[in-house]
T-cell receptor, first 112, second 116 residues
């Protein structure tokens, strides 16, 4: 069974700082991995989907990397802004599965 | 496109009552999902559907039922509500090619349910 862990659970940084969010998964035979953003009281918004054949995927100030062999993914946020404050979740399917297993998320606070 | 819509946004139920959470998507997605999110926990899959007329259990299906009579709609039914079903419920949808990898899931805004 796939297990997804996100560390740290919460992170507070000053505005303008670059930061990295971590995600680890136990079953490395995944099709892909997804990163989502969740604002308080809202649904999830997809940020990036990185395929198993890719090592990186970029969207604006966001860059996600995937290392299947070590069971890790990172989400890099450049030049953080207060509007980046949210909870970030990663999700990965199990081997041969389409069902996503979610981590508990990292709650990011960017201080002006 | 409205994307994924859910109704109601909030609901308070008494123990033993029943209700249906509505979910509709207008993106012609074949896959639809129901998750619940408890405080401090990740999302847990309740049920999913790969197309009209086809549903299957996820990780936490007990106490819930679903149906998928159309591509657009995927209602979640709670029978005999219990306090353990107090949670935030999210519906999601995605388009999957047959035999292809999971694609991006699009989420609704959620339904916050309290059972007292």
């Amino acid at each position: 069974k796939q297990e997804v862990t996100q560390i740290p659970a919460a992170l507070s940084v000053p505005e303008g700082e670059n930061l990295v969010l971590n995600c680890s998964f136990t079953d490395s035979a995944i099709y892909n991995l997804q990163w989502f953003r969740q604002d308080p009281g809202k649904g999830l918004t997809s940020l990036l989907l990185i395929q198993s054949s890719q090592r990186e995927q970029t969207s604006g100030r966001l860059n996600a990397s995937l290392d299947k062999s070590s069971g890790r993914s990172t989400l890099y946020i450049a030049a953080s802004q207060p509007g980046d404050s949210a909870t970030y979740l990663c999700a990965a399917p199990g081997a041969g599965s389409y069902q996503l297993t979610f981590g508990k998320g990292t709650k990011l606070s960017v201080i002006p | 496109n409205a994307g994924v819509t859910q109704t109601p946004k909030f609901r308070i139920l008494k123990i033993g009552q029943s209700m249906t959470l509505q979910c509709t998507q207008d993106m012609n997605h074949n896959y639809m999902y129901w998750y619940r999110q408890d405080p401090g926990m990740g999302l847990k899959l309740i049920y999913y559907s790969v197309g009209a007329g086809i549903t299957d259990k996820g990780e936490v299906p007990n106490g819930y039922n679903v149906s998928r009579s159309t591509t657009e709609d995927f209602p979640l039914r709670l029978e005999l509500a219990a306090p353990s079903q107090t949670s935030v419920y999210f519906c999601a949808s995605s388009y999957q090619l047959a035999g292809g990898p999971p694609d991006t899931q699009y989420f609704g805004p959620g339904t916050r349910l309290t059972v007292l």
